[in-house]
């Protein structure tokens, strides 16, 4: 079983920076993460995920070049840096995770039904 816990939501101006964090506890070695998102009447969109074990990150094309998705298992750690913070990017954030498979694809993370488990959330709000 794999629990997550996020923070670090807080209100941010447009333009701005933020940083979410996500305690992964329950073996996060093996554990693929994601940061997927929920705004105001719209469905959950998966925005920033990353591999277990070698580390590599896949984005979806709308936070490519603005969020960073990193890990620090030691810490138990999984960090989103969201940069140029546009109003669009407002909503609740989740932490979501599923056991590393060899099969795993970018496509996989990206995919909002793919994750096994999931956080409680934390909102980010933007103002302008």
């Known amino acids: 079983q794999v629990q997550l816990a996020e923070s670090g939501g807080a209100s941010v101006q447009a333009g701005g920076s933020l940083q979410l964090s996500c305690l992964v506890t329950g073996n996060i070695l093996t554990a693929n993460v994601a940061w997927i998102r929920q705004a105001p009447g719209k469905e959950r969109e998966a925005v920033a995920g990353?591999?277990?074990?070698?580390?590599?990150?896949v984005y979806a094309d709308i936070v490519k070049g603005r969020f960073n998705i990193s890990r620090d298992d030691a810490k138990m750690t999984v960090y989103l840096e969201m940069r140029d913070i546009a109003p669009e990017d407002a909503g609740i954030y989740y932490c979501?995770?599923?056991?590393?498979?060899?099969?795993?694809?970018?496509?996989?993370?990206?995919?909002?039904?793919?994750?096994?488990?999931w956080g409680q959330g934390t909102e980010v709000t933007v103002t302008s």
């Open positions: 990353i591999y277990a074990h070698h580390g590599r990150t």
């Open positions: 979501a995770a599923r056991r590393r498979a060899w099969t795993d694809t970018d496509e996989d993370f990206l995919t909002v039904g793919w994750y096994k488990f």
